[in-house]
């Protein structure tokens, strides 16, 4: 059965390595007949109590496109060790609650399947990619039980371009069927 799976690249950068890895994922899961859709983030305002409620336009935007999708993928960098402030901005604002007085994640993302992946120097994303993890966790989303972590080469950050490698499908590859078993 075909499912709506929504991306979220936690990289702002145009021509993001780790877009790399959302378009290969992307391509093989429309291949399987799911329907895709990338989320754009970059206008969210910074998270702020004072503006919470009502929320502002961009953030009820995206609450919508969450709420549609069956199920969510995040690529990320490593940014000191950790997820990029946006993606951070991004998941506050997602995991806040939608009306005032009301505690806890909204009802829309509880319990939806979230794969991780990343694409980083020597660590392969490992620290942001348990990071993640963690955090999706207490907001209540189900993190997939496997991560694939790329390592990005040498020549990647030289000539600002990246290409998958065969070994770097395969273990996407093995990501994106765990994902498709779990929907």
Do not use: C
């Amino acid at each position: 059965m075909s499912k709506n799976i929504l991306f979220i690249n936690g990289s702002l950068r145009k021509k993001s390595f780790n877009q790399t890895l959302v378009d290969y994922i992307k391509s093989q899961l429309e291949k399987k007949g799911h329907r895709v859709e990338q989320l754009d983030f970059i206008n969210l305002p910074l998270f702020n109590q004072d503006i919470e409620f009502p929320a502002p336009s961009e953030v009820q935007k995206i609450r919508d496109i969450i709420k549609k999708s069956d199920a969510l993928w995040i690529v990320s960098p490593e940014y000191n060790g950790t997820f990029p402030g946006g993606l951070k901005n991004f998941l506050d604002w997602a995991s806040r609650p939608i009306e005032q007085g009301v505690f806890g994640p909204p009802s829309f993302i509880k319990d939806k399947l979230v794969a991780v992946s990343g694409a980083a120097g020597r660590s392969g994303a490992a620290s942001v990619r348990e990071n993640l993890i963690k955090l999706l966790t207490s907001m209540s989303l189900k993190p997939l039980g496997t991560s694939t972590g790329i390592v990005l080469p040498t020549e990647a950050f030289q000539t600002g371009e990246f290409v998958l490698s065969d070994e770097n499908k395969k273990e996407l590859d093995k990501q994106i069927d765990d994902f498709i078993k779990a929907l």
